[in-house]
């Protein structure tokens, strides 16, 4: 019991003294372009160009804080197709090592690769960038892990993939020894190994730095007849027997998609023959056997006839586009034309309100007119009899002054009162007159005012109402023209719309041309394909492939049709481009065998003859000296034009011609390898 207390005693110093170390600040070494410093709050952009320069080496140091696990993120900016290589280990200078654990993330969060023993305890990555955009590395310590630590990032440019093809020539002692390199987890490096069937083959795949080797051998069909993973420690091997002649295919890969490193590919097969000049020499001949049976001629008409096939449906996938193009020139001018109508519409509209408007205020200007025109016999009458009414009130003062004179002359006469009264009585009648004469004045110009007011108005109304009619002819002749020019745009949209479907009906009608066109020649290509063995056909969906290097290569429907150029390459190579789900253009790198097969060399039959003594007879196998470098068994066929049966006797007492073949060509005249030899039977 003390012994442990003894222990975690030591354990919490111990830890005390680490904690105490490593909570000194903590400086990042210098980059080539800036740096970033440790602390609890580790992470964030690490300061470099975007894109980061390629062959510059950038670091940042951190801390993994405790208690563990602590995860610090860094994030710089990336670019589609550079390589990044990604190390986090062990600061410089510290007491523990710490056990690193490496996650690199995309733009869009997804997992790009992860690592944990790269070299050792610590993690690295080596990657391309699959798309432009802003990656993170997360750092991590595996378990429990704590301390501090340095990220390393170094950048490539554009990956390029130069391993693999034709393996190193062979030294004096028959060993091939090519060198490659696994830059990614997801590169593979495809070698071809020329073979003759019953070759033992010895393939060793060796590591040479941190790569921990997967090896894969494909036989010419493309099969695969071995595979190797650890056969010593992490290196892999394969011993394997030839079955067929021609280029087998060793794939090298890093493994579960993620080691890389560099190795060297040994190879050791039959030390007595040069598997590449043996395998060289009869690729020539089937090289000089398919010229010399006009297979070139018909793949090159293949291969013709898969190029028109692609440009045929070049030309129809341009027509349907522009007659595409044209359904939507003729959508347009449809909705044109009827806004154009509608246009036309509402003009004719407010040209008809304009002229209802204007008509309304014709009618009341002459209303109006009318009216001052009464006003104006009004105010006549009314100045008439104003005038009528002024001339009685001077009669009547004229006649009260009269009267006032004949008074006061009756009052200094002392006339008779009853004179005087009379006289008085027509004053005051006078008066009275004179009263009512200014009362009919007064009424009569206050009716004058009226009327002149009432003129006034009215004349007033009628300006106004001829100034609302000018106006409304003014807005009438504006909207007619707005209406003239309606009409003419609806007939021109009209006449657009009826070019339009014109021009969609003809480009329908080519496109659809193109398109029979296009697949009579996919079809004539189908067709060609049969009728040549240099002809490949590789289903799918492809929208594109580049050139290869020993052939030529169409899409044709969907189809990659590649076609060999005959030369003694076996093995050709080509990028496809497939569109993925979501319209992204994937492309994809495809490897074409030509598989070899060994000709069958036609039989010779040579002449018997026998001597026999008159009468007598003596038996005789007729193929016994005949010959066939192939081994095949042969046989007697045909014997002066008649059919025989296999193992069947006969007698002979004359010359015979035999048809003799072997089992592969027997009597057939088609391939050329039947032949006659004379035969004596006396």
Known sequence: MGSIARFNSIMRYFLFLVLSIFLLSLVACDTALGRAIGGEDDGGAIEMPSPPESRVIYKVSGKLDTPAPDVDKWTFQGEKGHTAEIHLETAPGAITTIDTLLLLEGPNGEEIASNDDYNGVHAGIVTVLPESGQYTVVARGYGLAFGPYELTLFFEGAYVDNDGGKIAETDASGLSVSYGEIQIGTDEDIWEIPVLKGDTLVIALDGITYLDPILTLLDPDGVRVAYSDDYVGQDAQITYVAEKDGVHLAIARGYGGKSTGDYHLTISGNPERSILNSITDNLMRIEAELAASGELAAAAATAELAEAAEIAEYHADREQREADLASIVAEEAERASAGADMALGIAKRARDDAKYKLEELTDLSENLDEMVVNDIESLEKVAADSNAAYEATQTAEDRVAELEAELRELRESKAESDRILEMTEARLEALAERQRAATESQATRLA????????????????????????????????????VKAELDALSASIAEKAAQEDLARQSREAAEAEAIAKSAVSSAKESVSESLLITVIEGGYVGVSTPEHGTASVVDGEIYYTHNGSSNAVDSFTATVKGEDGELLDVRMWVTLTYLKPNSAPVAVDDSISIQSGGASPIILTTNDTDVDGHDLKITHINGSSINPGETLNLSETANVVLCDDTFCGSIANGVVYYSTHLGN
Do not use: D
């Open 448 to 483: 004058e005012a009226e009327t002149l007011a009432r003129l006034a108005k009215n004349a007033e109304s009628a300006a106004k109402a001829e100034v609302g009619a000018q106006a409304a002819r003014a807005e009438l002749a504006q909207r007619s023209a707005t209406a």
